[in-house]
């Protein structure tokens, strides 16, 4: 093992969707920087759109939406808890963006007029354009890395920032997980985009990569970004979707809500308006199932035979391709059977929820020189058009700052502490294996944290979580590959403790599922109308405090605050009542 060390001026840490966007708008901004995109898999197959995507879920397009009024969806989905001026920024960025990827040579669905073909599933407004050959997406997406001339290297994993003497961002440190080499990178500016935490609570069928994220998406973008200074936002607001029962995959009603699929109950009744996901959504779902009104299923089986057959075309090739083969050996056939559908394993992520590093309408970070983009970002539902449309943000501004920024003075001291801290698991005689420590931490998770939420089982989460320390000293990597497992199991434990500590910080229930706490099952606007943020402070602590919700450019009318509350459908409401 030896340690290797470059320079460079931006750095891209990720090459999922985000990461390749960013890398090649900084590039494309001063063509003379030095851009390098770091991947700790394979560019070409890495992220949550490895195997492509069947659509766009946000796309904002002229005669179909207007910026303002996706910028007024959003809010109210997400209860007001929102940096309007981000997603504003996401909005009329939207178009160009997906005008941009069609030169690029994604392919997007068009009606009989060549218009694309929007589809509505959001409660209010229609932004679904479907992408039939959406399995091509990252091939797209490496060949514009490649025409740029962007710096790739696969297979490293980044730990922690490097962190300069006066508070800038200075570079990244990392790890190659075939040979174990420690990596210290010097940057100018550095993009994290890292994804969604997806590896915290465990599936149900106790697969630790069983999960709905992108399993190689651990949260080690929270972790890094936690640890260089910087502020998180919405922790407390889980990702929790509604999965097809024991498949790590959601049930697609984006997909099949246009074409007449939706949400039942065990007697086959539709009790919610929209499959848009938000929380509230989910908090129905959880109450038809605790209801007894369970399992939940998505029906198709009152389609037509050419309708299911578009259906098992586009969910069967893009995104998860497995799922065809799943239902094959469940016998499920959608012409003759509903979709039995499950709640999943909480999760962090901005994309389908509010959970993520606090950013500005220019993807900056509160670390000077520090961005963040996709799903990692705190941009709520920004999906994958947000991903890249953030990323765009996020590398333009970095080539902006270097072109009035050197390099930080770093202190060699931090860069001894982390590579006796990523090669200690090497090092160790006997220890424990890093799946037996992440499978008790990841249960625990589970125990203490799945909404809804109960104060005195967060605190004793918290106390566990901290005696997960001792354990993170004790796991022995036995090779290259392990030690990837081992730091990764580092960064679940901040997550975790993030989570907890989020959630006992906010003292009222909002976002439905998302956030509902037992102990205060009211919302409570007059204490919490904001944002609750959590960073490191200087003595090494973990705290949490408030952000004001700045001032809307979109004003929301009263009688649109609740819309989101009122999904489900009357009928139904007053059986159950």
Known sequence: MQRIEQEVDVLVIGGGTAGPMAAVKAKQANPELRVLLLEKANVKRSGAISMGM?????????????AEQYVREITIANDGIVNQKTVMAYARNSFPMIEELDRWGVRFERDETGDYAVK???HMGSYVLPMPEGHDIKKVLYRQLKRTRVEITNRLVATRLLTGEDGRVAGAMAFDCRTADFHVIRAKSVVLCCGAAGRLGLPASGYLFGTYENPANAGDGYSMAY???AELSGIECFQINPLIKDYNGPACAYVTGPFGGYTTNAEGQRFIESDYWSGQMMWEFFQELQGGKGPVFLKLDHLAEETISTIETILHTNERPSRGRFHAGRGTDYRERMVEMHVSEIGLCSGHSASGVWVNEHAQTTVAGLHAAGDMACVPHNYMLGAFVYGRLAGESSA???????FATVNAAQVEREQQRVWAPLLRERG??????EYKLRRMVNDYLQPPKVTRKMEIGLERFEDIRHDLEAIK???AHELMRALEVHAIRDCAEMAARASLFRTESRWGLYHARVDFPERNDAEWFCHAQLRKDAAGRMVSFKRPVGPYIVPIDDTEKTAYHRLRIP???AVAA
Not at 54 to 66: E, K, Q, W
């Open 54 to 66: 069947d659509g766009l879920n946000n796309a904002v397009i002229p005669g179909h939406a207007t």
């Open 120 to 122: 509505k599933v959001h």
């Open 227 to 229: 640890h260089a200074g």
């Open 400 to 406: 902006r700052f270097c072109a009035e920024h050197d």
């Open 432 to 437: 424990l294996p890093p799946n037996q420590v």
């Open 477 to 479: 990597a036995r090779d």
């Open 571 to 573: 009928a139904v409401q």
